[in-house]
Each structure stands twice: as C-alpha cells, then as structure tokens.
C-alpha cells in the first residue's frame, strides 16, 4: 500500500455516561388540554354504581316497636279476661335499603296460641313470641330477637247467656200538646251476653241490658226505630252487647183543663106528663162547668158539644114541693167535665100551675 495515497481523516470520539439528561419541555403554546367526556361521564356512572351496590348489600339492625295482634289466631269462643301487653320491641337485621324504609305499620306480630292451653275453661300463663310470628317481612330481613320474649296472659272460655232487655234513657221533645209515655214494644225482649263462666256466674234475676238513648224529637201518637244497646257492667267488668233491638214508645197527649165562662143551661130529663105543662122550675136554671181533656181537643171544644143534665128519677126530697138532682155531663170522645157548680139543682113543683091545669 502506498502511504502517499493515503488520506487520514481524524474522528473525535465523545464518551457517553450512564445516566441519560431529561430533555426539558418545549414552552407551553397556551393551549388548554382536550378532556374525553364520554370517557369521564361512563366512569362517573360506574363509580356511583358500584357505590349504590355496595350500600344496598350493607346489613343494618334497626329495633321497631310493634302492635301485637293476639286476636288474629285466637278461637272465637275465648276472651282476655285482663288486656295484655299491646307492643313488643322487635330488632331486626337485612340490608340497608330493605331496613331504612321499613316502618312499624308494615309488620306485625301474630302468636300461636298452644293447644294444651286451651282445653280447659281458663288459661293463666305466659305467651311466647317467636321470631316465626313476626308477619309480612321484606326478603332478606330477619329477625334478631323480641322484647319481652315471654308476654304474661289470661284468658276464659266464652259461653252465652240471655239477658232482658229495657229501655234507657229516652230523649227529645215531642210536639207541642204531647209528652212521653209507656214503652209500647221491644223486640227482640232479650238479646244474648257472651261472658267467661265466672263472670255469669254472678249475675241475678234482676240484671238486664239496657238500650241507648232514644229520641222522640218532634214525635207524636207512636215513635218507633231502631236502638242499640249499652255495655253490660257488672262489679267493675264491662262487657260490649253487640246488636240493636226495635223499641216504639208511645206519646201522649199533655191533659189540659179549661173552665167555660158562659153558663150551661140545665136541662130535664123528665119522667112524667105533668112536665110537658111546664110545672117544672130548676134552681139555678144554669151551672158554670170545667172540661179536660187532650190539649189539642180541649183547644177546638165548643160550648154546644157540652149537654148538663138533671134525671127526674134520681130526685131526692128536699122540702114540700122540692127535690134536689144530680147534675151530669154528656161529653164528646177524649173529654170528661172535672167540675159542675153547683153540681145540685133543686127541682120546684109549681102547685098553683098543675091545678090550673087539671
């Protein structure tokens, strides 16, 4: 090789070293970043989501006070003889969303009542309330525990006896002239009372069921209609009579008197021919007279309807030539004369007139 035709080219060569710079960024231009949208808002519906899961399976206790219903299982011919406990503290345990809407009305509780219990005439012993008589649970929610567990009772075999049945207290005002009289009808007479054996035990001939008050407002003659009937109470126990009876009361007429100003002739009643020739003289020739009767007749009687009257043949001696009557009344239905005065005539026989006629 010829080393004049050689050219050489000197390189320099420059050592790296292990760390590598950071290459500083270019200037910002003062563009704002783009945000993906769509991106952003399907992760903030995924996020609540998953929120919303995780608190709907989150268990929660919550503690309701709760109305027991004892009558809902127990047989129609028993009765508490003393009113038990009416609520019980029930705590239960489900999912959050289940126990935050829960409300006390929406559940009950319904105890079984044990057979052996109840084939006697009385039951006086404690009620145990399981967590399977707490009724209408949503799914999920169970029951923790009931307070009191054991709920003390006492209860009786319902029989039936008949009672009768009287009229209360009747109300209201009549119409004018009239005012309240006899209990026409009640009907049924007697109405049945359902009790435990001891409490019937102790009723006596003289206890009977009386109505509710019945009004005669504005009623005349015969008021009639339907009533109810009062609670029995017999030594300090009440006993509810279901069922109303028909019941009339009758309506008299108020009695008014009324004394006529004019006077009343009175008249003969004659049991000879001699009388035709007007040898007969009363003194007084009239009397003043008092009528009764119904208000409403009384009101419309005129004097005419009234006849006063002396009978010839009730005469008694008096002196020579008189005799004393009697007066009396001839009255229309519904009136009666309370009060003649005088009530006696004296009947004068006119001698010089009977022989002129002869």
């Known amino acids: 090789?010829?080393?004049?035709?050689?050219?050489?080219?000197?390189?320099?060569?420059?050592?790296?070293?292990?760390?590598?710079?950071?290459?500083?960024?270019?200037?910002?231009?003062g563009r704002k970043r783009r945000i993906n949208w769509p991106y952003?808002?399907?992760?903030?519906?995924?996020?609540?989501?998953?929120?919303?899961?995780?608190?709907?399976?989150?268990?929660?206790d919550v503690v309701l006070d709760v109305e027991v219903e004892y009558n809902s299982?127990?047989?129609?011919?028993?009765?508490?003889?003393?009113?038990?406990?009416?609520?019980?503290?029930?705590?239960?345990?489900?999912?959050?969303?289940?126990?935050?809407?829960?409300?006390?009305?929406e559940i009950r509780v319904e105890p079984e009542?044990?057979?052996?219990?109840?084939?006697?005439?009385?039951?006086?012993?404690?009620?145990?309330?399981?967590?399977?008589?707490?009724?209408?649970?949503?799914?999920?929610?169970?029951?923790?525990?009931?307070?009191?567990?054991?709920?003390?009772?006492?209860?009786?075999?319902?029989?039936?006896?008949?009672?009768?049945?009287?009229?209360?207290?009747?109300?209201?005002?009549p119409q004018e002239g009239y005012a309240v009289g006899r209990v026409h009808q009640i009907d049924p007479p007697a109405m049945p009372i359902?009790?435990?054996r001891e409490f019937l035990s102790k009723l006596t001939t003289t206890d009977v069921i009386r109505t509710q008050p019945f009004s005669v407002e504005g009623g005349r003659g015969l008021v009639g209609g339907?009533?109810?009937?009062?609670?029995?109470?017999?030594?300090?126990?009440?006993?509810?009579?279901?069922?109303?009876?028909?019941?009339?009361?009758?309506?008299?007429?108020?009695?008014?008197?009324?004394?006529?100003?004019?006077?009343?002739e009175v008249r003969a009643l004659i049991d000879s021919p001699f009388d035709r020739y007007g040898r007969l003289t009363l003194s007084p020739p009239s009397v003043r007279v008092t009528a009764a009767g119904p208000k409403s007749v009384i009101d419309k009687l005129n004097a005419s309807e009234i006849v006063i009257y002396a009978d010839m043949r009730d005469r008694v001696p008096a002196a020579p030539g008189e005799c004393n009557l009697k007066t009396k009344a001839i009255t229309p239905s519904r009136v009666r004369v309370t009060r003649i005065e005088p009530d006696t005539v004296k009947w004068i026989v006119n001698e010089d007139a009977a022989a002129g006629g002869e």
């Open 194 to 196: 359902a009790a435990s």
């Open 226 to 264: 339907m009533a109810g009937l009062e609670p029995f109470e017999k030594d300090g126990e009440i006993v509810t009579v279901p069922g109303m009876v028909y019941m009339s009361v009758e309506l008299t007429e108020v009695p008014a008197e009324r004394e006529f100003e004019q006077p009343f």
């Open 73 to 105: 299982l127990l047989p129609a011919d028993w009765k508490f003889s003393v009113t038990p406990q009416r609520t019980v503290r029930v705590s239960l345990r489900g999912p959050n969303q289940e126990i935050s809407n829960l409300r006390r009305e």
């Open 1 to 29: 090789m010829d080393d004049s035709n050689t050219r050489y080219t000197q390189t320099r060569v420059t050592a790296t070293t292990s760390r590598i710079a950071r290459r500083t960024p270019p200037p910002s231009t």
């Open 113 to 173: 009542y044990p057979k052996a219990a109840l084939e006697g005439d009385t039951y006086d012993g404690g009620l145990t309330l399981l967590p399977a008589f707490v009724r209408d649970l949503p799914s999920g929610v169970d029951v923790v525990g009931i307070t009191p567990q054991i709920i003390p009772v006492r209860l009786s075999r319902i029989i039936t006896r008949y009672l009768t049945v009287e009229a209360g207290e009747i109300t209201g005002t």
């Open 40 to 60: 952003a808002l399907l992760s903030i519906i995924i996020g609540t989501l998953l929120w919303f899961g995780v608190d709907f399976k989150r268990m929660c």
